[in-house]
């Protein structure tokens, strides 16, 4: 079953082999801000800048070159 068929599987709420996943998408589908942070603090990066895409939700957009 290829992602596709999984994304298919999942919207009629059928068990698909792999769990289909979103990760950064859209802009409102990204990471929040503080858990963002978190990972940089935690992987040593320095960096604490980031973009607030939305204020509500507090998610992070990060600029894709």
Same mark, same amino acid.
């Given at each position: 079953?290829?992602? !596709?068929?999984? %994304?298919?599987?999942?919207?009629?709420?059928?068990?698909?082999?792999? +769990?289909?996943l979103d990760l950064g998408g859209?802009?409102?589908?990204?990471?929040?801000?503080?858990?963002?942070?978190? +990972? #940089?603090?935690? +992987?040593?990066?320095?960096? !604490?800048?980031? #973009?607030?895409y939305d204020v509500v939700?507090? %998610?992070? %957009? !990060?600029? %894709?070159?």
């Amino acid at each position: 079953m290829g992602s !596709r068929e999984d %994304v298919l599987q999942s919207l009629n709420h059928k068990q698909p082999e792999k +769990l289909p996943l979103d990760l950064g998408g859209t802009p409102s589908s990204g990471v929040s801000a503080i858990g963002y942070n978190k +990972l #940089k603090k935690a +992987l040593g990066i320095n960096d !604490r800048s980031c #973009k607030i895409y939305d204020v509500v939700q507090q %998610v992070e %957009v !990060r600029d %894709v070159k």
